[in-house]
């Protein structure tokens, strides 16, 4: 079975830092790019970074970009997501999903599956 | 404010066919495929509908997706009460390089 499973999350004072690990299984991990998304309290998904396959190319949304670094280990079968500079705005939870590789996603904004998704809290 | 538009909220009763749509760019939608998710409360979400109109293994046939130039639309036939939902659309955005997501619709059934 095809798992995601995300952990790390937890509360940190603004400007503090943060590392999320996400642990795949059922799958070779090696051959897909992954991404990491993030969902506000009550509020909608928004795409926050993605690396490839190999780990030699990352994208990151605006918002994130300078403060967050996305990688993986290939070896280790993990996702993770280093969020230094936290503010307020980061609090979410983040999911980590699944992206293009081999069979039927294709597309970059093609993502599945999802982890479970872990809660990170910015507030003093 | 999301880049790509969807309406907050849609409603149908059970047995109804109803359609989401989504309103996007020449840089995202125009030129880039849709892909649709589904968010059941309290639940990660989970792929839908892929490459503007194809369905993952077990997504029910009820669920189909269209796309025409700037615009995508979900329809979900033979409404049922499991179908109670937020649903969004995603694609690539070449301009800001990244992915954009639509705001999410969620979905009531009466």
């Known amino acids: 079975e095809v798992q995601l499973v995300e952990s790390g999350g937890g509360l940190v004072q603004p400007g503090g830092s943060l590392r999320l690990s996400c642990a795949a299984s059922g799958f070779t991990f090696s051959d897909y790019w992954m991404h990491w998304v993030r969902q506000a309290p009550g509020k909608g998904l928004v795409w926050v970074s993605r690396?490839?396959?190999?780990?030699?190319?990352?994208r990151y949304a605006d918002s994130v970009k300078g403060r967050f670094t996305i990688s993986r280990d290939n070896a280790k079968n993990t996702l993770y997501l280093q969020m230094n500079s936290l503010r307020a705005e980061d609090t979410a939870v983040y999911y980590c999903?699944?992206?293009?590789?081999?069979?039927?996603?294709?597309?970059?904004?093609?993502?599945?599956?999802w982890g479970q998704g872990t809660l990170v809290s910015v507030s003093s | 404010q999301s880049v790509l538009t969807q309406p907050p909220s849609a409603s149908g009763t059970p047995g109804q066919r109803v359609t989401i749509s989504c309103s996007g760019g020449?840089?995202?939608?125009?030129?880039?495929?849709v892909n649709w998710y589904q968010q059941l409360p309290g639940t990660a979400p989970k792929l839908l509908i892929y490459s503007n109109n194809q369905r993952p293994s077990g997504v029910p046939d009820r669920f189909s997706g269209s796309k025409s130039g700037t615009s995508a639309s979900l329809a979900i036939s033979g409404l049922q009460s499991e179908d109670e939902a937020d649903y969004y659309c995603a694609a690539w955005d070449d301009s800001l390089n990244g992915v954009v997501f639509g705001g999410g619709t969620k979905l009531t059934v009466l």
């Open positions: 999903a699944r992206g293009r590789g081999l069979g039927y996603c294709s597309s970059t904004s093609c993502f599945d599956p």
């Open positions: 020449s840089s995202n939608i125009g030129s880039n495929t």
């Open positions: 690396i490839n396959s190999d780990g030699s190319s990352t």
